[in-house]
């Protein structure tokens, strides 16, 4: 057998890639050995690159195998081994079946292919080719880092996605905090935090001229699939306005859960009446106050949202005004529900408040049980003769310490208002 001089040994080059995605990215361009070679040549050229693992075997350009290292010299050093096989041809030793894979597969799908290789994948690396020639190997570990790289860079840019979706939401708010600092200037307050960067709840605020419109919904989930829904919600919500004005909250109600129905394929009219389409069943709850101070009246409609009104003082206790049992847009919401409407005088001093269940069902306190509706109550009752300012600190102070270091659990959201001022008709109502 005619054999190569031993200075044909391989040639390395690890190019340095920073942004690691494919295959390629991760090649090392090793001189192959051929059939021809011999185990003893092998042995030399393992001696002279005491880093390498494992050394490629080729037949003309395509790959035959991978001979790894250690295997090598644990065969080689085995009595007479030597002897029998230093002259004979290094595919005595080498692997028939290594990992195989194209310059240009995506780092991920290379991950997967290794781990379905298995454990030798792990001593041996791989063979990398170009539409099936040789073009050079490349070790696992580069493999496992650049995996960690991907999954980081791809974790900034969800953060950074996320980020900026908070940004967007944030603006859309905005309009809405303007409306209610022109319309209720000192007499309205909002607490707004999302359990995550994003949030499932979304507020608005309509300045009328003979009074306002608070709306206050609670998405179906949190975070970006609740962020979406609000966008949802609020689209509804313009075309509602758009249709029957600001004046029948329970008419927006029932005019969004169609509109959200089927926007979301979440019913089909047939002869069996409503069939779900999707598998989802998202929606929202939902809490409507219109309010008109001049003509001293209010009306109210909820979607399994309650309104908490606190009377002026000596007028009475606070009380939850009860919304009705159906939210809106779900598959279990009939497409021709209503909702029911409820009235009221409005008085000077009043307050309302518009809360999602981020804030009552919130877990705290020494018993770890939720914040609750009783709670929530007691403690804005109990701060009623401070202005609006005084008494958001006095609630956000006294929240944040009842849930102490336990995480939110929802979003959460709470916004105060007072529609006519306490000393009545001679301060100028908007």
Known sequence: MSSPPPSDAPAVHGPLVIDRQFAGDLLMAVDPVTPEHTNEQVAEIFARHRW????????????????????????????????LYNRQS???????????AEVSTPIRQLT???????????????????????????????????MTELQERQHRQLLESIHYASLIQ??????????????????HWVVWRPRDVVGGDFFHFVSLEDGFLAVLMDCTGHGV?????????????????????????????AAMNRDIKHTLNQYQTGAAGEIPLEDSDDGLDAVLLRVRPRAGQWAFAGARSPLLRIPPPQAGAAEYLRGDRHGVGYRST??????????????????????????????????????????????????????????????????????GP??????????????IPPHGPQERLP
């Open 52 to 83: 390498m693992q494992n050394l490629p075997v080729v037949h003309g350009r395509r790959p035959m195998g991978l001979i790894n290292r250690n295997l090598f010299h644990n065969m080689m050093a085995k009595p007479y081994y030597p002897e």
């Open 90 to 100: 290094c595919i005595a030793f080498m692997d028939k079946n290594p990992l195989v």
């Open 112 to 146: 997967t292919m290794a781990v379905r290789t298995g454990e030798k994948v792990f001593a041996d690396g791989f063979i990398l080719v170009d539409n099936g020639v040789y073009a050079g190997v490349g070790q696992t570990l580069d493999l496992m880092e650049a």
């Open 170 to 187: 944030t603006a859309l708010l905005k309009p809405a905090r303007q409306a209610m600092a022109g319309h209720l200037p000192g007499r």
């Open 225 to 253: 699939p609740g962020a979406f829904m609000t966008l949802i919600a609020q689209a509804a919500l313009e075309r509602a306005l758009a249709e029957h004005g600001h004046d029948d909250p329970a008419a927006l109600l």
């Open 334 to 403: 009939p497409h021709d529900t209503r909702w029911q409407n409820h009235h009221g005088p409005c008085l000077p001093g009043e307050r309302f408040y518009l809360v999602s269940d981020g804030v009552i069902d919130q877990i705290g306190g020494e018993k770890r049980i939720a914040f609750g509706k009783k709670r929530l109550a007691q403690c804005l009752q109990e701060t009623r003769h401070l202005d609006m300012e005084a008494q958001e600190k006095g609630f956000s102070e006294t929240f944040s310490t009842y849930q």
């Open 406 to 419: 336990e995480a939110a659990r929802d979003d959460i959201t709470l916004i105060g208002l007072e529609p």
